[in-house]
């Protein structure tokens, strides 16, 4: 169930079966010349609609946070970036206020790539208060999978371009993106270099990417983020601490 559709009565009522919810967490940022910048919002989005159907039953659908940290593509046009620093802190203070509202065990459905140290720190702060915390970060989490499906993954690339075209061929256009690569170690960072690591905004084939490849990408991924949601529950209920 969507959080924005309770009443506070309804809410309340919930709470007695359901004590486990679910924060989309996006990004406003460059994706190339062909998906758009709200693209690592959608996608957890349109996670979250598929896992409604299913968990719908069990699982609180907290409204998204939208905006979240990219140093790396800050340099271009139409990223909204937020540091580190305070997106670590207002994401805690959100999972706090959940916690503080009875809510035992959260996931971080997490949709860009900029997030991640900062939502290590929040689940280990979490965890700190009570909660059992699952991190997902779609495409790190099923990249050995994904790559069965779609060859040349990457920021804009052919998995993120074809879970777009899945849910709205209108929201991106491959034919203006082809096969970026590039060679140089992400590992090293200097004043907007990733300018230089995402040449054009985007990495891998965004070419090649399917409104097809996308939903065979979501049917498979469903099963895997279910399955992880699973096993938060059998350590929440049964007590493997
Ligand atoms: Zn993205």
């Known amino acids: 169930?969507?959080?924005?559709?309770?009443?506070?009565?309804?809410?309340?009522?919930?709470?007695?079966?359901?004590?486990?919810?679910?924060?989309?967490?996006?990004?406003?940022?460059?994706?190339?010349?062909?998906?758009?910048?709200?693209?690592?919002?959608?996608?957890?989005?349109?996670?979250?609609?598929?896992?409604?159907?299913?968990?719908?039953?069990?699982?609180?659908?907290?409204?998204?946070?939208?905006?979240?940290?990219?140093?790396?593509?800050?340099?271009?046009?139409?990223?909204?970036?937020?540091?580190?620093?305070?997106?670590?802190?207002?994401?805690?203070?959100?999972?706090?206020?959940?916690?503080?509202?009875?809510?035992?065990?959260?996931?971080?459905?997490?949709?860009?790539?900029?997030?991640?140290?900062?939502?290590?720190?929040?689940?280990?702060?979490?965890?700190?208060?009570?909660?059992?915390?699952?991190?997902?970060?779609?495409?790190?989490?099923?990249?050995e999978q994904i790559l069965e499906i779609t060859k040349g993954p990457g920021h804009g690339g052919e998995d993120e371009t074809s879970l777009i075209l899945a849910i709205d061929e209108k929201l991106a256009d491959p034919s203006l993106a082809g096969d970026h690569q590039v060679n140089m170690n992400p590992k090293i960072k200097y004043e907007k270099s990733g300018k230089v690591l995402f040449k054009d905004g985007y990495l891998g084939n965004a070419g090649a990417a399917t409104a097809e490849k996308g939903e065979r990408l979501y049917e498979m991924m469903l099963e895997l983020v279910l399955s992880d949601i699973e096993d938060l529950w059998r350590v929440a209920y049964e007590s493997v601490n």
């Open 1 to 143: 169930m969507y959080m924005m559709d309770l009443t506070a009565s309804k809410f309340k009522e919930i709470k007695s079966s359901v004590d486990t919810v679910l924060l989309p967490i996006g990004m406003i940022e460059m994706h190339g010349p062909h998906c758009s910048l709200g693209t690592d919002v959608w996608i957890p989005r349109e996670f979250v609609r598929r896992l409604d159907q299913r968990i719908g039953d069990r699982v609180l659908m907290a409204p998204e946070v939208a905006y979240g940290h990219s140093w790396g593509l800050a340099p271009f046009e139409g990223t909204i970036d937020i540091s580190a620093e305070a997106f670590s802190q207002y994401v805690y203070e959100i999972g706090k206020e959940f916690h503080r509202n009875g809510f035992e065990q959260i996931v971080l459905f997490n949709g860009h790539g900029g997030n991640i140290p900062s939502l290590t720190t929040v689940a280990e702060k979490l965890a700190d208060l009570g909660m059992k915390v699952l991190t997902i970060n779609w495409w790190v989490d099923y990249r």
